[in-house]
């Protein structure tokens, strides 16, 4: 099979307009009732098709035997069945034209057991199928709904639709990235965990995305890269045109060793990787923290430059971030006179028209407004870190609409820092949601902001 | 005015008997309204006087026109009146025999005036009152219901009774940990904000929260350390009792310049700042995330080595833990025979019992309980990394207990990681509370692990 056809077909499987759910159970416990209830309760808009050869009827839907016996046209088959039952269910999926296959189940060359992995292959390869896993949590389209996350939605949210494609050879992993972007109210456009990488691979996804207008930004968490030169060939042709943030896991020997029994990858040459993300743009995310920090801001409009202004209501936190921009090797912005002068006209007189600005405790949203506005159309700025302390008295909540207003112009990126509990995690939530990234300290925003402007220097628009 | 007198009469300002809050308001905008009522609310247990000439009773309590026309005995004033009033008021509370004060206003040496604040230094030394500011949020107790922070409870949460003591130079940065302490679950015993340090600076605070029995933990924001010779003798002789970490603030050129604008302190020296904190066994933290995540690590039993055990349920986010441990030059523990034997006995076949110990997505909490047995009480772990990834089928809050039982035998450090949204975060604070601390990743866990062991090497016990 044609690497491209394979490729194509992964439309079906990240689009599918009819679906199988092979090992569709009534125990509440098992994979195959989750999935299938996932595909209900999310409101999946076509056909789904429950397969169990000893069941009637699942959750109100009409069962079959196998998927040949349907009769009628089956876009994509989720898995989840014992594993020396798989090629068997994936043959017949084959004969009745199946172009996506999801197979969830593990106990494949991740346990030794590379013959029936290899076979799985074969059959893949004779039907033209696009197969995602074995061993994986498979996919995740919060558009078209569907939804094979084998996990409860109330203990794993799932996001709304956005820019963010997510791409993850550890379904564990990915679990934890797609709920906490549903936490945060950050949209996705895909996210896929393809687990061994038996068939379809971590370059073919990365392919697919390529040419996929609903994903604007790409991130990534590989433990290996099975062709390194493909890879590179496409991953530099893919950041030519959108953003790719990559965590490697297995960046140590000992990582990697363990990385050899989760996924059966062989995982290493730290050094080499590192190098290579950077000959291809990447932009790398050392922590599972830094891969979340930097996905977000890369939905911001490129910067022109590296000289940063801070605005904040709290003095420490803008002497933190005066911090964090010099050990980021960026620059604090020394504001043009006119920008001075606008500021001493509203800033009360106990405040300094100066770089880090504190509008003082006492700033509220209307200060804020007048500060945002001023330094947005300084020439002098080329990025902004907004502190939002949202625990003083006079911040309410009407600045989140003064900032996400700001940021809407799009003239100059902007983060938002806001460090707090509960209070401050709601208004967190909304800024995210409307594509004001925002974070926890000074540092994290900083450190993201930096790759940002690193990527923007290199992606002029 | 002996420094010893001083640092004695902090007790009336973290235990008063009586307070006066001199400025009370009936508006709620006003700083003083919002204390009395943060007392009210908090179920302070002694004396309140409402201070303010112009009115008879505020909610509910008798109002008097100054501190000595009370006619009782008053151990703290709470001041919030404008910068020109206050040294009237505080010699008013001098007369009265008041032994703390804490000046919340501000306008002082932070504005350039060194005369108005050295007048406070004047009557403060006259009457041998422990002063805490001004320009400062002043103090929290958690234990005796002392609480000066003017910031409403529902936009800062108070945290229970505990055993970290947080000293801040900065208002803005100790409110922000406090609400974070709050939100998590952790418990506080002292919290205070100094301000411009005219009369109690961070050495004296030190020093009082050395022989505080309830302050196991000594955390620190510094921007500026106003007499370095003197605080390194203290913090040298801290140290050997309690662990000290610590933030400074100001550590760039740029950075210390915002800082001088901030209290008024002179900060930079980077490098001298970090030498010093090394020599007296400080942790140093270099961002408020770290501040946070190593303060909640040392309730922890001293470990005997570094060799690090993990547990996970996800094979990822044991991969990255891997590579977290060697980053941070510490050891993947090998289980002895017994304990791999021990492991084998109880994992599914499709498990393996090495380190990373990786017990399956499947894994509930029964096969937690069996492997956090195994690895307590193998000689070859030093340490362990519990992840616990809560978005599975199987992992149900039955493991919080299972967690907190076998940390609770304290015969060596655990902390646990979870990464993921509202489910999980709702289990990070049942375990955070219980004193198993919690890290949203393993790079931010070990990273903390580190530093602890690294303390547990110089001071073991």
Known sequence: MSSEKKIKNLYAVFNPKSIAIIGASRNPTK??????????????GGKIYPINPEAEEILGLKCYPSVSAIGKKVDTAI???PSKMVAAALEDCGKAGVRGAVVITGGFSEVGNAEGEAELVRIADKYGMALIGPNCMGVLNPASRVDSIFLPIYKLGRPHVGDISF????????????DLAARAGLGMAKFVSYGNAAVIDETDLLSYLEKDEKSGIIVMYVEAIRDGRRFMSVARRVTKKKPVVVLKAGITAQGAEAAK???GA?????????AAFKQCNMTEAESLDELFDFAKIFYQPRAHGRRIAIVTNGGGNGVLAADSVVKNNLELAQFSDSTTKELIGFLPPYATAKNPLDLVGDADAHR?????NAVMKDPNVDAIVAILLFQTVQLDSSVVNIVVKA??????????VCTGGEYTELHRRILDSYGVPTYPS?????RALAKFLEFSKKHPK
């Open 407 to 416: 940021s809407d112009l799009r003239q100059k990126p902007m983060v938002a």
């Open 368 to 372: 804020y407004e007048s500060a945002l």
């Open 79 to 81: 898995i989840s069945i």
């Open 31 to 44: 994979i195959g009732h989750v999935v299938l209830k996932n595909h209900l309760d999310g409101g999946f």
């Open 442 to 446: 000074p540092s994290s925003a900083i």
């Open 266 to 274: 062989i995982a290493g040459a730290a050094e080499a990787y590192k």
């Open 261 to 263: 029994s989760h996924t």
């Open 167 to 178: 791409i993850s050879q550890s379904g564990a992993v990915g679990g934890c990235i797609v």
